[in-house]
Structures are given as structure tokens and as C-alpha cells.
């Protein structure tokens, strides 16, 4: 029998965003578009923040993947790659998360618990529509085969 997990009210999920309407490939191969992270009410590092979305969702899954299968207390740093913005991810419990979201200058824009099952689920269904909307408009780049292998590795 599947056992379910409640969340408590008070305690919020990281969410990936990403605007598929927004992506866009470079004649040199890269791949632009929206991505951002919401934490209840915050956007990081804004709504619509425009960086490389395969980039930072790779690094987002390979370090929310690492936090899952973790046995002892681990800390992982993802930054955003257009500009000094970055979150910070640590195992707080077994299943929270302390999410710290925060730029170079040391401004900390939000620092909460989060839904460590709930938060890994958000990252890895943004990634899986990210790797099927690039495989639909048939684009190749060295992310994406970064990015089904870490969503192989997380089924």
C-alpha cells in the first residue's frame, strides 16, 4: 500500500518554472528562455528571470537529486548563470529541506523550510517537459542528454 505524505500547511514546496513559449536557440546552439524558482509568494531571482534553462535545470536536478538520496546532512549550491543570483539546498530533516535563495552580495531574498518530496517532484517534472519540448522542436545541445540522464537516475 502507498503510503501518503501530508504536508503541513505551514511548510511550502520549491517550485521550477519555466515559460516553453519564452525558449530559444542561438545559431550557435544555445538555449535561452524563462526560468525561475518560486518559494510561496517570491519569484527568485524574478518572474520571468531570462537565463539558460537546460543549464540551470541540470544543475537544479543533479543537486536536488543528490539532497534526495543523501544519508547524512548535505548542502548543494545552483546558480543562475546570468547574474550573482543562486539558491542554496540542504537536507534539514528526512524529508524537509532548508532552501536559502540569495545573491553574491549576500542579500538573502527568502530562507524557508520546504517539502524535500514535493520540491524534488517540481524539479524533476519541470526537467522532464523541458527535455520533451527540445526533443519536439528537435533540438540537440550537450544539456540535454545531461538532463535525461539525471531523470533517469531519478525514476
Not at 513559449?21 to 545559431?27: A, E, G, P, V
Not at 546558480?79 to 535563495?101: C, I, K, M, N, R
Amino acid at each position: 500500500m502507498a503510503q501518503i505524505l501530508r504536508r503541513s500547511p505551514d511548510v511550502q514546496t520549491l517550485e521550477l518554472k519555466l515559460d516553453f513559449d519564452s525558449l530559444r536557440m542561438s545559431q550557435k546552439g544555445s538555449i535561452s528562455g524563462e526560468i525561475w524558482l518560486e518559494l510561496g509568494d517570491k519569484s527568485f531571482p524574478e518572474q520571468h528571470w531570462s537565463d539558460l534553462p537546460t543549464a540551470v535545470t541540470a544543475a537544479l536536478l543533479g543537486a536536488a537529486l543528490r539532497l534526495k538520496d543523501a544519508t547524512s546532512a548535505a548542502k548543494e549550491e545552483v546558480w543562475f548563470l546570468d547574474g550573482p543570483y543562486y539558491a542554496v539546498l540542504e537536507q534539514a530533516q528526512a524529508l524537509a529541506w532548508l532552501v536559502s535563495l540569495q545573491n553574491l552580495d549576500g542579500f538573502l531574498f527568502v530562507k524557508s523550510n520546504v517539502d524535500g518530496p514535493a520540491s524534488f517532484a517540481s524539479i524533476r517534472a519541470g526537467a522532464a517537459s523541458l527535455v520533451s519540448e527540445c526533443a519536439a522542436r528537435s533540438w540537440e545541445h550537450p544539456d540535454i542528454p545531461v538532463l535525461i540522464a539525471l531523470l533517469d537516475a531519478s525514476a
